[in-house]
């Protein structure tokens, strides 16, 4: 697969990581680099740019005729999937937004729950919190997959909707489908994870209310539950 320009290691997880399809769609499409590869090197056929705002849409826009990929491609002026058909799409990327931003892209969104689409979320916070709405709504999340950005580490989620409704360990909803013996960025970003969790423990402790305390608890076993495993993984 060629490169495509203007791709760092987290876009590039992203190209890695769709499966060939007929069309895919990049909402928040910022230049267009990733959609623009997957139309490129053959991943899609057709991609769909999506963008809130005319500026980065306009910069898709020229990165696809610079690789002369304008006929292959549309380029839709809207916030998150409003106004996108479902017909023959079926690969959605939603990358580089905050985990709630996700979710409610995906809440608005009336057909998400068409069978067959592949999403592909990449959150840049409150995974957990995204995390548990796709499992309360339906989703699974088939597997995660980190990399490494300017000295950042991002997971990617691969999601499909099944309709089933299932419960995890309070655990699940921070760490995922991240597996921390998988590779280097996966250990990294659980470990990061841990650090972050045992700091805002520190700091609700610092309050001295029941409620944060109690909160704080919940938290510490978390990342317990975090720790353990990459120590079993490093065993």
């Known amino acids: 697969m060629k490169k495509g320009a203007g791709m760092d290691p987290r876009l590039a997880l992203l190209c890695k990581m769709a499966p060939p399809c007929y069309k895919a769609a990049d909402i928040g499409t910022d230049h267009g680099y990733l959609i623009c590869a997957l139309v490129e090197n053959g991943k899609a056929k057709r991609g769909i740019a999506a963008d809130l705002k005319p500026q980065p849409l306009?910069?898709?826009?020229?990165?696809?005729?610079r690789r002369g990929l304008s006929a292959q491609m549309d380029f839709v002026l809207t916030d998150g999937l409003t106004g996108i058909s479902p017909e023959g799409l079926e690969v959605v990327i939603i990358a580089g937004m905050g985990g709630e931003t996700i979710l409610h892209i995906l809440e608005s969104w009336s057909y998400r729950e068409t069978p067959g689409i592949v999403y592909l979320l990449q959150p840049m916070t409150k995974g957990?919190?995204?995390?548990?709405?796709?499992?309360?709504?339906?989703?699974?999340?088939?597997?995660?997959?980190?990399?490494t950005a300017a000295g950042r580490v991002y997971t990617a989620l691969e999601v499909v909707y099944t309709g089933e409704q299932t419960?995890?360990?309070?655990?699940?909803?921070?760490?995922?489908?991240?597996?921390?013996?998988?590779?280097?960025d996966s250990f990294c970003y659980a470990e990061n994870l841990a650090e972050e969790l045992e700091k805002i423990t520190a700091g609700l402790e610092g309050t001295g209310e029941r409620e944060n305390?109690?909160?704080?608890?919940?938290?510490?076993?978390?990342?317990?539950?975090?720790?353990?495993?990459?120590?079993e993984e490093r065993e």
Do not use: S
């Open 167 to 184: 419960e995890h360990a309070p655990w699940e909803y921070y760490l995922g489908k991240v597996e921390p013996r998988r590779d280097g």
């Open 128 to 147: 957990e919190r995204l995390r548990r709405w796709l499992w309360d709504n339906g989703f699974a999340i088939r597997r995660e997959e980190c990399a």
């Open 58 to 65: 306009e910069k898709a826009r020229r990165e696809a005729e």
């Open 213 to 231: 305390c109690n909160r704080a608890e919940e938290l510490r076993e978390i990342t317990q539950v975090i720790r353990r495993k990459m120590k």
